[in-house]
């Protein structure tokens, strides 16, 4: 070995990764973060693997729009101005269906009052019910906000491609020390939202997202919520 070869240091060792087992068994929707930044070169690597998600012909129909510093701060600023003026939530696409049923409403329900319990909000209390609905224009604290556009044109299954990418881009980013929330939110408030970010009419927001370091001890960050096992989803044919 040259004497210059020597004098090389050796690379920093890489952080152990998360196993992709454990980092889908423990993904969940966080909603409250710590105020940790979050580097843009670690966003870039995140959505880079993140690519690697499949889609149909390899046509990768996502667009992500990633917003951080005094851009998040503004757009949270007039999100949460309007909804506390109460101005009217409008859906750019239904993502909901139109009539709850069985066995979804349920879920839905469950769900809901699971979070309210942890963070002692109860029945009929439509004051704290909305406030904490008003976390999401504040990305529940997180210092990254990612925005997944998807092109007007484009069929159902572009639509299966991008969820997809999503779910890639949430397990991946476990694998960095980090946690997200999915948010149809923004979906109600397009038109704000677009704005900001300079989307073409072209464009659609498919849903948001919140991404950074959890703060575990938030009673939010801390309520079960089930699945429905394997067996009562699923058909086995020829087994």
Not at 32 to 41: D, G, I, K, N
Not at 46 to 60: H, K, Y
Not at 104 to 116: D, E, I, N, P, S
Not at 217 to 230: I, K, V
Request: hydrophobic share 40%; proline share 9%.
């Amino acid at each position: 070995m040259s004497d210059s070869m020597k004098d090389v240091p050796p690379p920093a060792p890489l952080p152990r990764p998360l196993p992709v087992l454990d980092a889908v068994a423990g993904r969940r929707s966080v909603r409250a973060f710590l105020p940790t930044p979050v580097e843009r070169e670690t966003v870039l690597r995140i959505l880079d693997l993140a690519a690697r998600a499949p889609s149909g012909s390899n046509i990768q129909p996502w667009k992500v729009h990633a917003i951080a510093g005094e851009a998040r701060a503004a757009l949270s600023a007039e999100l949460l101005a309007a909804h506390e003026a109460g101005d009217p939530e409008v859906p750019e696409y239904p993502y909901y269906p139109e009539h709850w049923r069985e066995p979804y409403l349920a879920r839905r329900r469950a769900v809901g009052w699971a979070l309210y319990g942890a963070l002692g909000i109860g029945k009929g209390d439509r004051e704290r019910m909305a406030r904490q609905h008003g976390r999401n224009w504040l990305f529940f604290g997180a210092p990254v906000g990612l925005f997944f556009t998807i092109d007007r044109d484009m069929g159902k299954g572009a639509w299966l491609d991008l969820g997809m990418f999503m779910q890639t881009v949430m397990i991946v980013a476990r694998g960095f020390g980090l946690e997200t929330c999915p948010q149809a939110a923004f979906c109600y408030r397009h038109a704000i939202t677009a704005r900001h970010l300079g989307l073409p009419d072209t464009e659609i927001i498919a849903s948001g997202m919140s991404l950074g370091h959890a703060d575990w001890s938030a009673p939010e960050n801390n309520f079960p919520t089930e699945r429905e096992p394997a067996e009562g989803f699923t058909r086995f044919v020829g087994f």
